[in-house]
């Protein structure tokens, strides 16, 4: 019920008995008195009707907007960010939280492993999700976060479901360059965009159906003992804890990547780097040349559809459709994105 039909109802049941009682009474002071009383209970129903209102009004989600980052950003400085990681994890309580479920980290790896490499690394650890990407010689690649509850498991299901979509967007870039008619300079460079761009989708889908090399970060939830001890592992570089972190819906998780050794920078893949794109028979995977000027900065991250539940579930498990993270922008391959 409203305010207003509350003091209305309020009138018309108190209003008129007053209205008679004073009537009756030639008295003034009684009256007076009357009027007084009359005043006051006014008054007192006013009152208690805007604290009622006031009460029932509903409380939103204070924290909706709010995202949390762990990791780097452009510019950070390596060294800067392990020196800090280890500080931080040296810093956590030796209980665990109140919550006993442990506390959320950010496993950075030193190298990028295969999905049979991590269950020595983050086997026995409670994951959440892994983040990879493939390392092609001079390209860009799109980094992909999969929801990982059971190591390897779901990272290798994860990773095919990746090479689906991405021999699909490879089938898309060559339609499109098909479709490119003339033969002057600008529909000759557009071609060879959409082709460069189908070369490095068809690198990537072929090195994730094969379980490539490709992972370098995991986020796991465990007790502050146990974190000492996976940083203490010969693949993991660091181990970044996240406290604060209670909702991974609204967090945001950017670990360096492993060949950035000095300065957070958009990376560029090159020198002697282990080609992950064998096609099973010795041959790599065709890959284009990259167009000159073009950054090598890798895609934003983009989430894979979230794998059935297991035994071990985090706090919040993975959304279980596709979705990028608050700040990306989607999937952005080298070569012009699709419209």
Known sequence: M????LLRQLDQRLLPPLTRAVGRLNDRSARFGVLTWAALLSTA???GTAVWAADDTPVGDRTVGEVTRVGVVDGDSVPGYLRSAAADLAALPTAAPATGDGTYALVTLGAYLPPQRLAAVLGDVPVSTVFGRVPLPGRQT???KIPALRVPDDVVAGMEQVAVRKDT???DYRARAAAVSGDGAAERELRERYASGAGVAAAEAAAYRTGCACVYAAVVRATPGVLRG?????????VDPAPEVYRLDRT???PPLPEQHDVVRPPADSGPTPDPTSDGRGEPAPVSPAPMGESSEPAPVVTIPSPEPSS????EPAPPTVATSPDATGSAPLAPSPS
């Open 142 to 144: 799109e980094i992909v």
């Open 2 to 5: 409203r305010a207003g039909d």
């Open 230 to 238: 996976v940083a203490a592992r010969p693949d993991v570089r660091a």
């Open 169 to 171: 967007e490879a089938a």
């Open 312 to 315: 071990v579930e985090p706090t």
């Open 252 to 254: 945001v998780f950017t």
């Open 45 to 47: 129903a006013v009152l």
